[in-house]
């Protein structure tokens, strides 16, 4: 008859789930909880003498106990419990509790060595002996910091120029920084870390906590207290941020000293870092916090379709710098003059009488940056916009009607060899002003783009003349 353990198993789990701190701190994280549920669920298959291997059968504490008292001298049962770092032990102390006195009850403080990396033979070498590893917060003024602009605006640019003026050595910055991008299917567990299954030689199956580059570069920064450690985030707002920030969103308010305010209990992450014995007598509690030396820099798309929006408490903890639009740090090689933006007429004549541009095109005639390059075309591009969008509210259009500012093009929305590309250019540009852009402008870009590409490609129009 198969034995139905589900409904013992949940409730058990909850138990667990429902023990707070008075601070109203969780007791047991999620992790640990899988961890405890898995031990008495699976855990006891290799033990020959045991008549039932999953100890969610026992429903009482008197059928459990019979079974607890020679268990726990069981050979296999202690090697099991040894490979699991005590996970099997402290799940049966606690389920046999949780029989005794039910799901009301205040949970003893229980964790496995896994969980708390902290046993009598730790707490009598600590109380006799200096700790193995000296600790000491460096003061310093940590980054939290969060690069927005349109795209192509040069936002990855600009992390890039400030992490090698602090680091020039491209190796020595390598080590020192790690690089996400998020998006909608990202999460804690990839942030930070979770509980994955382990398959290996020596266990068939076992379930690890795997930490993510967040918890990876933490303790970096840890173990080097005197070196800045950046986590660079790439498209923050791509992403549901303040979800897979989870419980560490805490730890983004910084004292005056570079470090956390308020630390908090995190018993994976503390578990995490206390299997190197040169942390494990600073973390042996599960208290994590942010050290000085622990950077975050990020950059967020203000384009409107972006999935998710950052409210304003996670922004308050970060430093917003705007990257404008500025085709000045464009390298030498996209300012040159190109085929795809060949015409026979000069530009000044051409732009003299236009009914959108004319103004704006003699000022760059007058900086000497009237030029048949990409520049030149993507600020009369961003011009032409703004000029719309005046003539729009002069005409009373509401406001969602506008031409939104992110929608100009960046110096950097294209990359260099597509400007050789006709096609590509094409499709990635001229498609994106007529699909995105100026779709519902009466003055630019009218008709479909297949009717601009056979206008415009191959040589038989000059493109400049779609600003005109």
């Given at each position: 008859?198969?034995i139905?353990?589900t409904?013992?198993?949940?409730?058990?789990?909850?138990?667990?789930?429902?023990?707070?701190?008075?601070d109203?701190?969780?007791?047991?994280?999620?992790?640990?909880?899988?961890?405890?549920?898995?031990?008495?669920?699976?855990?006891?298959?290799?033990?020959?003498?045991?008549?039932?291997?999953?100890?969610?059968?026992?429903?009482?504490?008197?059928?459990?106990?019979?079974?607890?008292?020679?268990?726990?001298?069981?050979?296999?049962?202690?090697?099991?419990?040894?490979?699991?770092?005590?996970?099997?032990?402290?799940?049966?102390?606690?389920?046999?509790?949780?029989?005794?006195?039910?799901?009301?009850?205040?949970?003893?403080?229980?964790?496995?060595?896994?969980?708390?990396?902290?046993?009598?033979?730790?707490?009598?070498?600590?109380?006799?002996?200096?700790?193995?590893?000296?600790?000491?917060?460096?003061?310093?003024?940590?980054?939290?910091?969060?690069?927005?602009?349109?795209?192509?605006?040069?936002?990855?640019?600009?992390?890039?120029?400030?992490?090698?003026?602090?680091?020039?050595?491209?190796?020595?910055?390598?080590?020192?920084?790690?690089?996400?991008?998020?998006?909608?299917?990202?999460?804690?567990?990839?942030?930070?870390?979770?509980?994955?299954?382990?398959?290996?030689?020596?266990?068939?199956?076992?379930?690890?906590?795997?930490?993510?580059?967040?918890?990876?570069?933490?303790?970096?920064?840890?173990?080097?207290?005197?070196?800045?450690?950046?986590?660079?985030?790439?498209?923050?707002?791509?992403?549901?941020?303040?979800?897979?920030?989870?419980?560490?969103?805490?730890?983004?308010?910084?004292?005056?000293?570079?470090?956390?305010?308020?630390?908090?209990?995190?018993?994976?992450l503390?578990?995490?870092?206390?299997?190197?014995?040169?942390?494990?007598?600073?973390?042996y509690?599960?208290?994590?916090?942010?050290?000085?030396?622990?950077?975050?820099?990020?950059?967020?798309?203000?384009?409107?379709?972006?999935?998710?929006v950052?409210?304003?408490?996670?922004?308050?903890?970060?430093?917003?710098?705007?990257?404008?639009?500025?085709?000045?740090?464009?390298?030498?090689?996209?300012?040159?003059e190109?085929?795809?933006?060949?015409?026979?007429r000069?530009?000044?004549e051409?732009?003299?009488?236009?009914?959108?541009?004319s103004?704006?095109?003699?000022?760059?005639?007058?900086?000497?940056?009237?030029?048949?390059?990409?520049?030149?075309f993507?600020?009369?591009?961003n011009?032409?916009?703004?000029?719309?969008?005046l003539?729009?509210?002069?005409?009373?259009?509401?406001?969602?009607?506008?031409?939104?500012?992110n929608?100009?093009?960046?110096?950097?929305?294209?990359?260099?060899?597509?400007?050789?590309?006709?096609?590509?250019?094409?499709?990635?540009?001229?498609?994106?002003?007529?699909?995105?852009?100026?779709?519902?402008?009466?003055?630019?870009?009218?008709?479909?783009f297949?009717?601009?590409?056979?206008?415009?490609?191959?040589?038989?129009?000059?493109?400049?003349?779609?600003?005109?």
């Amino acid at each position: 008859m198969e034995i139905q353990t589900t409904e013992i198993e949940r409730s058990f789990r909850s138990w667990l789930k429902a023990q707070l701190y008075g601070d109203g701190m969780r007791v047991f994280s999620d992790n640990e909880i899988t961890a405890y549920a898995y031990a008495l669920r699976s855990s006891c298959e290799k033990i020959e003498q045991l008549s039932v291997r999953n100890l969610f059968y026992y429903r009482t504490s008197e059928d459990l106990a019979r079974e607890a008292a020679w268990l726990k001298t069981d050979r296999d049962y202690m090697e099991i419990d040894k490979a699991g770092n005590g996970t099997l032990n402290a799940a049966l102390d606690l389920y046999a509790f949780f029989l005794s006195n039910g799901p009301g009850s205040t949970a003893p403080e229980v964790h496995a060595a896994f969980y708390l990396s902290e046993d009598a033979g730790d707490i009598a070498r600590k109380e006799t002996s200096p700790v193995e590893f000296y600790y000491h917060e460096v003061p310093m003024k940590p980054v939290q910091r969060v690069y927005y602009g349109a795209p192509g605006t040069g936002k990855s640019y600009s992390v890039r120029r400030f992490l090698s003026e602090e680091y020039p050595d491209p190796e020595q910055l390598r080590t020192h920084i790690k690089r996400v991008i998020f998006h909608p299917a990202y999460t804690y567990g990839d942030f930070v870390g979770c509980i994955k299954p382990l398959i290996s030689q020596e266990r068939p199956l076992d379930y690890v906590f795997v930490a993510g580059p967040f918890s990876e570069l933490l303790k970096a920064a840890f173990l080097n207290p005197e070196e800045k450690f950046y986590l660079i985030i790439e498209e923050i707002n791509r992403g549901n941020a303040p979800a897979i920030f989870g419980d560490i969103f805490q730890l983004l308010d910084r004292g005056s000293d570079g470090k956390s305010e308020y630390a908090i209990v995190n018993r994976d992450l503390g578990a995490y870092f206390s299997r190197d014995p040169w942390m494990k007598n600073i973390f042996y509690d599960g208290m994590v916090w942010l050290p000085a030396n622990f950077n975050i820099i990020a950059t967020m798309n203000t384009a409107d379709d972006n999935i998710f929006v950052m409210d304003g408490a996670f922004k308050r903890r970060f430093e917003l710098v705007y990257v404008p639009i500025d085709f000045d740090i464009l390298p030498d090689e996209m300012k040159k003059e190109r085929a795809i933006f060949y015409g026979k007429r000069s530009l000044s004549e051409m732009f003299s009488t236009s009914r959108i541009n004319s103004v704006y095109a003699e000022k760059l005639a007058k900086e000497g940056k009237l030029k048949r390059n990409w520049p030149a075309f993507a600020a009369l591009v961003n011009n032409a916009i703004d000029v719309e969008n005046l003539a729009s509210k002069n005409a009373g259009r509401p406001h969602d009607a506008l031409i939104a500012e992110n929608k100009k093009l960046g110096p950097f929305f294209i990359r260099e060899e597509e400007l050789d590309d006709e096609e590509k250019f094409f499709n990635k540009v001229i498609f994106y002003l007529k699909q995105d852009v100026f779709y519902d402008s009466p003055n630019l870009f009218t008709g479909s783009f297949e009717d601009i590409k056979d206008r415009y490609s191959g040589g038989k129009g000059d493109i400049f003349e779609l600003l005109v």
